[in-house]
């Protein structure tokens, strides 16, 4: 079975502390950065799974926030796909820098630039195990609320027509 997803919302209103120095670039200058992009790849393809996801989603990144170890080897990502306000798509912290704070750091230096940028909010999408993660930085899932019910046969277009206005002669 599957662990279900839950949806977040933040409105950042303050600047949060950050436990480790990230790196907060365009999508450019990351690109430029040719040993990141192949880490950022190599994590995509081996943690999550879903290159065609990472791919579709890639065309509308247009910042990524990047930790770097001791050696300034990039070993921690999260992309910020920006079309009017933020949403974050991938969170990846390589298997042997985890459990370091990294992407408490990186979520929060997030919402941190989101706030310097005048984002009105910034959204994702996680595992409902990673809540703890997402709150700490100031998320807060949103509650699903019941789908609304499909209308009886038959009744779609008496529903629609009540609200027609009747045409003047």
Same mark, same amino acid.
């Given at each position: 079975m599957t662990e279900p997803e839950l949806h977040y919302f933040c409105k950042p209103t303050v600047l949060r502390a950050v436990t480790h120095s990230i790196d907060f670039v365009t999508t450019p200058d990351f690109v430029a950065d040719e040993p990141a992009c192949k880490k950022l790849w190599e994590l995509a393809s081996t943690q999550f799974h879903t290159r065609g996801k990472f791919l579709a989603v890639w065309s509308g990144v247009r910042f990524v926030a990047v930790h770097r170890d001791t &050696? @300034?080897?990039a070993d921690g990502f999260l992309l910020v796909n920006a079309p009017i306000n933020w949403q974050i798509?991938?969170?990846?912290?390589?298997? =042997?820098? @985890?459990?370091?704070?990294?992407a408490l750091a990186l979520v929060t230096e997030t919402? &941190?630039?989101a706030f310097l940028r005048g984002v009105p909010y910034v959204m994702l999408t996680s595992k409902a195990s990673l809540r703890p993660l997402y709150e700490a930085c100031g998320f807060v899932p949103v509650e699903a609320k019941t789908p609304p019910q499909p209308l009886p046969?038959? =009744?779609r277009g008496q529903e629609l027509s009540s609200l027609c206005l009747p045409l003047p002669s």
């Open positions: &050696n @300034r080897h798509d991938y969170v990846v912290v390589c298997e =042997e820098s @985890r459990g370091q704070g990294i919402a &941190n630039q046969q038959g =009744e």
